[in-house]
């Protein structure tokens, strides 16, 4: 059975950099087995979502498995939720939580409650499993500062404010119902309640004591957005006859896999951030691949460096990922799988958000053509054989490679 691995480096297209001698980072970084790809086989520029678009890492990703998320993106909250295993239901309302840090006048001071490495497990356990009007609040902290919030009970609704005013120095925003119905009203009056309760509870935590000890900030609030109700949807082995995966640090990316009803594991020291461990990561990968026709791996770090606008280390994040990728790239083509490096949307240093600029793609296989294209990166891909594809294309031409395709017409 022929299978494929897609190698994702998030965030890794980028804009050309002055100091870079007007190159990308992913131009700039010497990048031998990225270039073997390149030079090996196929190559061309990606739109994940569409042209003049630009991607979260979410909708990419469900692009990337051929599902249109303009059609079927149920918001950020349930596939955080997903992605940290909560078992979400019909009628839940979830959400993503930020630790932060607030003054007594509820003003912003740092929206990541100065980064929180440890303690929000003690933090969430004195919010998860309390009950507001009848509904119960499930609360899981996620990696760093964040968390996964899920409203479960009767008469929710997804149509509520976000309470988290993405600046700091301003207060936090109340929630308020984004239409008229009394669902809404009552969702935003329990989340409004929600956060005065965690502002009490948080302030009085010991771990909030250790940490003003210790001249850290503390935690002691939580802002709230990106809600979103789950709908039902296809998984991907009825719409497409294959068995999906995803290995990725991110929950949110674990999240599209749960949606799309995929295997996603929590894989150990898959961190989500610069410390990840790539190794267990490709381990995971070629477990995965024993009984799974495609399997996808996200590698986040290039995007957090774009976000923080430090190209030299996303530059040299993306020479790190080619020294481990040559172990992939030599498992694929002992075991004829095709393998396709990417990235699921640019992250340019100097924008310090994602662009809507295509992403440079690279794919080796049995059978896949081969261009004369050389190097990995922008400029070249531009130049390759695919030409400029999206998210969605680039699945059917994976489902195609590994014989899973439908002809189209007589
Ligand atoms: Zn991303
Ligand atoms: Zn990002």
Redesign the pocket.
């Known amino acids: 059975m022929k299978k494929a691995v897609i190698f994702i480096m998030?965030?890794a297209g980028d804009r050309a950099i002055k100091e870079l001698g007007h190159l990308t980072p992913l131009e700039a970084a010497c990048t031998p087995n990225l270039d073997y790809m390149a030079r090996n086989g196929i190559n061309g520029l990606m739109y994940t979502v569409g042209p003049g678009i630009i991607p979260g890492?979410d909708t990419s990703h469900m692009s990337l498995f051929g599902y249109d998320p303009r059609k079927c993106y149920p918001g950020r909250g349930p596939l955080e939720a997903l992605g940290e295993g909560v078992d979400l239901k019909p009628g839940d309302v979830a959400f993503r939580v930020n630790f932060a840090t607030v003054d007594d006048s509820m003003r912003i001071i740092d929206r990541r409650a100065g980064r929180i490495e440890s303690g929000t497990h003690e933090l969430a356990r004195l919010i998860d499993g309390i009950e507001i009007d009848g509904v119960k609040i499930i609360f899981k902290p996620s990696v760093q500062h964040r968390a996964v919030l899920v409203l479960r009970g009767e008469d929710l609704s997804d149509k509520v404010s976000d309470s988290d005013p993405h600046h700091e120095g301003v207060p936090v925003r109340k929630v308020v119902p984004l239409d008229n119905t009394p669902e809404a009203k009552r969702t935003a009056e329990i989340l409004n309640k929600l956060m005065r309760i965690a502002y009490e509870k948080f302030n009085k935590a010991e771990i909030n004591a250790k940490r003003r000890e210790k001249g850290l900030l503390p935690a002691n609030m939580i802002l709230i957005r990106g809600a979103g109700m789950l709908r039902q949807i296809e998984t991907i082995e009825k719409k497409y006859g294959i068995r999906g995966a995803i290995v990725s640090g991110v929950a949110i990316v674990r999240g599209v896999g749960r949606l799309l009803g995929m295997d996603a594991p929590k894989v150990k020291g898959a961190t989500g951030d610069p410390r990840t461990n790539i190794d267990a990561k490709i381990d995971a990968v070629i477990n995965l691949l024993r009984d799974h026709d495609i399997v996808l791996v996200n590698i986040k770090a290039p995007?957090v460096f774009?976000?923080d606008g430090n190209f030299i280390g996303k530059m040299k994040f993306i020479e790190k990922i080619d020294r481990h990728l040559r172990r992939l790239i030599d498992y694929a083509i002992e075991n004829d799988i095709y393998m396709i490096v990417s990235s699921d949307h640019s992250?340019p240093c100097s924008k310090r958000?994602?662009s809507s600029d295509p992403v440079p793609l690279a794919a080796i296989g049995p059978d896949v053509r081969v261009d004369s294209v050389e190097k990995f990166g922008e400029r070249f891909a531009a130049l390759g054989g695919l030409g400029t594809i999206t998210g969605m294309g680039l699945f059917g031409t994976i489902l195609d490679w590994i014989d899973k395709a439908e002809k189209f017409g007589a």
């Open positions: 998030d965030g890492s995007d774009g976000h992250t958000d994602h």
